[in-house]
């Protein structure tokens, strides 16, 4: 089983102590003690590993291979000995390839210390032999490898890198199923978070999380509470099927911790990551294509946003016959948000977002999509959400007006879904059914304005708000924007655009996994998320 390994930076006795006992609480099976400014007092190493709570990992790492310790290889193998010398030994410990192939004398004396297959004797301590590089993809990555493979004395195989793309996950995942001694394959940086989190689906022996977002060892490294409470660590195994949210950028998208509560909610034995592609389309075909065909990984599909949406549609068309098939209206839109990839293999993409707008507005006005035909529906903007919008409602039968800014931009917009166009100020005037606002006015940090402002400000406001008419603001941070709380005083129904988001993913999660989303799990996490963010 993969051991969840809480990395700490030694500083001190007690600190590390009590770090480690803090990992035990958080779930931790396994600390690694980072002792490399930790080199004036070898008797306290003695001491850390007869006290920890957990077993441990001794690492004492130089700085050219990325680690802190800057003195001489004498004072660090005898710091190393110092770990093995009290009654409890550590797990392992960690050394360098280069660092091991470059000294006899460190060979000798680490021979001492740990497991020796040709010497058999009474130590638990094992030797892991690691390469790091914090640039890239090494280009001897392979032959490193089976150097440390084909070391007796080596337990653990252990390499690093900086992930430059997803697709360095992949390398990670194949060394891991092609191990011929326990492995530890992980990518750093932003790019390396799926080798991290999967490391048990493919049987890595260790994975490293800090214990928060100060103390972690090298980029890109999660915290214990996002391993196991975000990205669902208890619940992985080698079935789990992976998803994700492909954008750029993604840091800040409230997918992964909607869907990844969605699945623990119901039963799903999935997990759902950030997937950060540059915006050219050949990186995401690339990615998306290498993800897919990657043997074991069970990739299931992705949330796509901004920059992929087009990028999406034109990969799926370009696998064109059975292997790939467009919602028809999602190709209208000229965008899609939803990528799956069938039990077959084959894809489907689509558009979620409209349908989440139509299906907010309908309860709104407690109606079936086909009750739309004939409503005046004022679309406010004319950007990518607008358009999904002004599709979606077009497509029912509705009679939409799109207002916005610039005014070719409308015109462009209902010309293509035939709609019709107005300058953002004739929005004074207008009487409709149904208002959504599809521009960022309103979105944090200017919460005081509103679409409806603007329009005061250029001429006396008329517009039709009250009792019987809906109003939809696709904004969903805050959740209450001024042009809702405008619209609740005035007795319309009101939507926020966290309905949207909510719904988007929910028709995701059908369509993945087959069951119903579960809904009101997805509204209090957003709503969690949303505080957080604003706190
Ligand atoms: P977009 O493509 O950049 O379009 C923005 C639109 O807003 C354009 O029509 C633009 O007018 C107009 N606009 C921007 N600033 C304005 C201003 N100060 N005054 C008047 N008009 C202004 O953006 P988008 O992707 O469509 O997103 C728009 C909004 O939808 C965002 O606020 C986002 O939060 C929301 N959204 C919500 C969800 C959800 O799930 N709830 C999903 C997607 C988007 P011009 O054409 O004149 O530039």
Same mark, same amino acid.
């Given at each position: 089983?993969?051991?969840?390994?809480?990395?700490?930076?030694?500083?001190?006795?007690?600190? /590390?102590?009590?770090?480690?006992?803090?990992?035990?609480?958080?779930?931790?099976?396994?600390?690694?003690?980072?002792?490399?400014?930790? /080199?004036? %007092? *070898?008797?306290?190493?003695?001491?850390?590993?007869? +006290?920890?709570?957990?077993?441990?990992?001794?690492?004492?790492? !130089?700085?050219?291979?990325?680690?802190?310790?800057?003195?001489?290889?004498?004072?660090?193998?005898?710091?190393?000995?110092?770990?093995?010398?009290?009654?409890?030994? #550590?797990?392992?410990?960690?050394?360098?390839?280069?660092?091991?192939?470059?000294?006899?004398?460190?060979?000798?004396?680490?021979?001492?210390?740990?497991?020796? !297959? %040709?010497?058999?004797?009474?130590?638990?301590?094992?030797?892991?032999?690691?390469?790091?590089?914090?640039?890239?993809? *090494?280009?001897?990555?392979?032959?490193?490898?089976?150097?440390?493979?084909?070391? !007796?004395?080596? +337990?653990?195989?252990?390499?690093?890198?900086?992930?430059?793309?997803?697709?360095?996950?992949?390398?990670?995942?194949?060394?891991?199923?092609?191990?011929?001694?326990? =492995?530890?394959?992980?990518?750093?940086?932003?790019?390396?978070?799926?080798?991290?989190?999967?490391?048990?689906?493919?049987?890595?022996?260790?994975?490293?999380?800090?214990?928060?977002?100060?103390?972690?060892?090298?980029?890109?490294?999660?915290?214990? @509470?996002?391993?196991?409470?975000?990205?669902?660590?208890?619940?992985?195994?080698?079935?789990?099927?992976?998803? @994700?949210?492909?954008?750029?950028?993604?840091?800040?998208?409230?997918?992964?911790?909607?869907?990844?509560? @969605?699945?623990?909610?119901?039963?799903?034995?999935?997990?759902?990551?950030?997937? #950060?592609?540059?915006?050219?389309?050949?990186?995401?075909?690339?990615?998306?294509?290498?993800?897919?065909?990657?043997?074991?990984?069970?990739?299931?599909? /992705?949330?796509?946003?901004?920059?992929?949406?087009?990028?999406?549609?034109?990969?799926?068309?370009?696998?064109?016959?059975?292997?790939?098939?467009?919602? #028809?209206?999602?190709?209208?839109?000229?965008?899609?948000?939803?990528?799956?990839?069938?039990?077959?293999?084959?894809?489907?993409?689509?558009?979620?977002?409209?349908?989440?707008?139509?299906?907010?507005?309908?309860?709104?006005?407690?109606?079936?999509?086909?009750?739309?035909?004939? +409503?005046?529906?004022?679309?406010?903007?004319?950007?990518?959400?607008?358009?999904?919008?002004?599709?979606?409602?077009?497509?029912?039968?509705?009679?939409?007006?799109?207002?916005?800014?610039?005014?070719?931009?409308?015109?462009?917009?209902?010309?293509?879904?035939?709609?019709? /166009?107005?300058?953002?100020?004739?929005?004074?005037?207008?009487?409709?059914?149904?208002?959504?606002?599809?521009?960022?006015?309103?979105?944090?940090?200017?919460?005081?304005?509103?679409?409806?402002?603007?329009?005061?400000?250029?001429?006396?406001?008329?517009?039709?708000?009250?009792? @019987?008419?809906?109003?939809?603001?696709?904004?969903?941070?805050?959740?209450?924007?001024?042009?809702?709380?405008?619209?609740?005083?005035?007795?319309?129904?009101?939507?926020?655009?966290?309905? =949207?988001?909510?719904?988007?993913?929910?028709?995701?999660?059908?369509?993945?996994?087959?069951?119903?989303?579960?809904?009101?799990?997805?509204?209090?996490?957003?709503?969690?998320?949303?505080?957080?963010?604003?706190?």
């Amino acid at each position: 089983m993969t051991k969840l390994t809480a990395a700490i930076t030694v500083h001190s006795l007690e600190q /590390a102590l009590t770090a480690a006992a803090r990992a035990a609480e958080l779930g931790a099976d396994l600390v690694e003690f980072r002792i490399d400014t930790f /080199a004036d %007092d *070898p008797k306290a190493v003695t001491e850390l590993v007869q +006290r920890s709570a957990l077993p441990c990992i001794i690492t004492c790492r !130089p700085t050219w291979e990325g680690g802190a310790y800057d003195g001489d290889e004498q004072t660090r193998i005898s710091l190393l000995e110092h770990a093995g010398i009290g009654p409890r030994k #550590p797990v392992y410990i960690d050394l360098e390839l280069i660092a091991y192939q470059k000294s006899a004398n460190l060979r000798q004396k680490i021979s001492l210390v740990v497991d020796d !297959p %040709d010497r058999p004797r009474q130590t638990d301590t094992g030797l892991i032999l690691s390469s790091h590089d914090f640039d890239g993809r *090494p280009n001897d990555l392979l032959r490193k490898v089976k150097e440390m493979a084909d070391t !007796p004395l080596c +337990r653990v195989v252990k390499v690093a890198w900086h992930a430059r793309s997803l697709r360095d996950n992949l390398e990670a995942f194949e060394l891991i199923r092609q191990q011929v001694k326990p =492995m530890v394959a992980l990518c750093m940086g932003e790019c390396g978070l799926a080798s991290r989190v999967l490391a048990k689906k493919f049987g890595a022996l260790l994975t490293f999380a800090s214990i928060d977002e100060e103390e972690g060892t090298a980029p890109g490294q999660p915290t214990l @509470g996002e391993i196991k409470g975000l990205y669902r660590w208890d619940a992985l195994d080698s079935d789990t099927r992976v998803f @994700g949210v492909i954008g750029h950028p993604v840091g800040h998208s409230m997918s992964p911790p909607v869907h990844n509560a @969605g699945f623990d909610a119901a039963g799903v034995n999935g997990v759902y990551l950030p997937m #950060p592609v540059p915006p050219e389309y050949e990186h995401f075909k690339a990615t998306v294509s290498s993800w897919i065909a990657q043997p074991g990984l069970h990739f299931g599909g /992705a949330s796509v946003t901004i920059p992929h949406k087009e990028n999406l549609l034109r990969f799926v068309k370009e696998r064109g016959g059975a292997g790939g098939e467009v919602e #028809p209206l999602a190709e209208r839109i000229g965008a899609a948000n939803t990528l799956h990839v069938r039990d077959d293999g084959s894809l489907y993409a689509c558009n979620t977002d409209y349908a989440a707008a139509l299906d907010a507005v309908c309860d709104g006005l407690s109606i079936q999509r086909d009750g739309l035909a004939g +409503r005046r529906v004022a679309v406010i903007g004319a950007g990518g959400a607008a358009r999904a919008v002004v599709a979606g409602f077009a497509h029912y039968g509705a009679r939409v007006t799109v207002y916005n800014r610039t005014t070719e931009k409308a015109q462009a917009l209902a010309e293509q879904f035939e709609a019709t /166009a107005a300058p953002l100020a004739e929005l004074s005037g207008s009487e409709a059914d149904v208002y959504i606002n599809c521009t960022p006015i309103g979105m944090h940090p200017n919460v005081d304005a509103s679409p409806f402002d603007i329009i005061n400000h250029q001429s006396e406001s008329t517009h039709s708000l009250g009792p @019987g008419v809906v109003v939809f603001d696709t904004i969903y941070n805050p959740v209450q924007t001024r042009l809702l709380r405008t619209a609740a005083e005035a007795g319309c129904a009101t939507i926020p655009g966290t309905e =949207m988001f909510v719904r988007q993913a929910a028709a995701q999660f059908k369509l993945w996994t087959g069951k119903d989303a579960p809904c009101d799990v997805f509204r209090d996490v957003l709503a969690a998320h949303l505080t957080n963010k604003q706190s």
